[in-house]
T-cell receptor, first 113, second 111 residues
Framework: QKEVEQDPGPLSVPEGAIVSLNCTYS??????FMWYRQYSRKGPELLMY????GNKEDGRFTAQVDKSSKYISLFIRDSQPSDSATYLC?????????????FGKGTKLTVNP | SQTIHQWPATLVQPVGSPLSLECTVE??????LYWYRQAAGRGLQLLFY??????ISSEVPQNLSASRPQDRQFILSSKKLLLSDSGFYLC??????????FGSGTRLTVV
């Protein structure tokens, strides 16, 4: 079983739709959970991060972590064409100076005007 | 402010040729540095990471090597490229406990 599983999509939605992106993981030691957005031919940029379980909201974006189910989600409200990108989940546990992020494979999202 | 520079943006190299990709970070000291490769359908694969000058950890056996000659410089190298080395190479540094900052990437095509 892979450490992090993410549905690669692609996902195509109309402008204004609510988008739900999800990842599951197997390592119960993960404590930090992140979502990155990657535009075509660019490096990933950090979008959201959460520690342990719970919700975090930032504008149109909401990140949820359910550690009991080993499941994380990113919700995008009122999606815009500019949200079209690949979204990668990532997670880590602190192991001193050798902390490493483990990434999902990414979900490609297209928001159609 | 902290910034990360990575170059070149695009590279086309013949099989068997050497490779050198450079990454530098500004505005911070003693960062953790990382090299990732992103191939279509395979996600981000960690290749090397470094917690200090001269300290390199390799995550996967491969045709590549990394060096950290200075605190804020991280170099990815190969003596002889293979077709399978094609991909999108990303350098990153750890900003804090919550995430990494990535460079803009180098798209390498081995022909």
């Amino acid at each position: 079983q892979k450490e992090v599983e993410q549905d690669p999509g692609p996902l195509s939605v109309p402008e204004g739709a609510i988008v739900s992106l999800n990842c599951t993981y197997s390592n119960s030691a993960f404590q930090y959970f992140m979502w990155y957005r990657q535009y075509s031919r660019k490096g990933p940029e950090l979008l959201m991060y959460t520690y342990s379980s719970g919700n975090k909201e930032d504008g149109r974006f909401t990140a949820q972590v359910d550690k009991s189910s080993k499941y994380i989600s990113l919700f995008i409200r009122d999606s815009q064409p500019s949200d079209s990108a690949t979204y990668l989940c990532a997670m880590s546990n602190i192991q001193g100076g050798s902390e490493k992020l483990v990434f999902g494979k990414g979900t490609k999202l297209t928001v159609n005007p | 402010s902290q910034t990360i520079h990575q170059w070149p943006a695009t590279l086309v190299q013949p099989v068997g040729s050497p490779l050198s990709l450079e990454c530098t970070v500004e505005g911070t000291s003693n960062p953790n540095l990382y090299w990732y490769r992103q191939a279509a359908g395979r996600g981000l694969q960690l290749l090397f990471y470094s917690v200090g000058i001269g300290q390199i950890s390799s995550e996967v056996p491969q045709n590549l090597s990394a060096s950290r000659p200075q605190d804020r410089q991280f170099i990815l190298s190969s003596k002889k490229l293979l077709l399978s080395d094609s991909g999108f190479y990303l350098c990153a540094w750890r900003k804090d406990s919550y995430g990494y900052t990535f460079g803009s990437g180098t798209r390498l095509t081995v022909v």
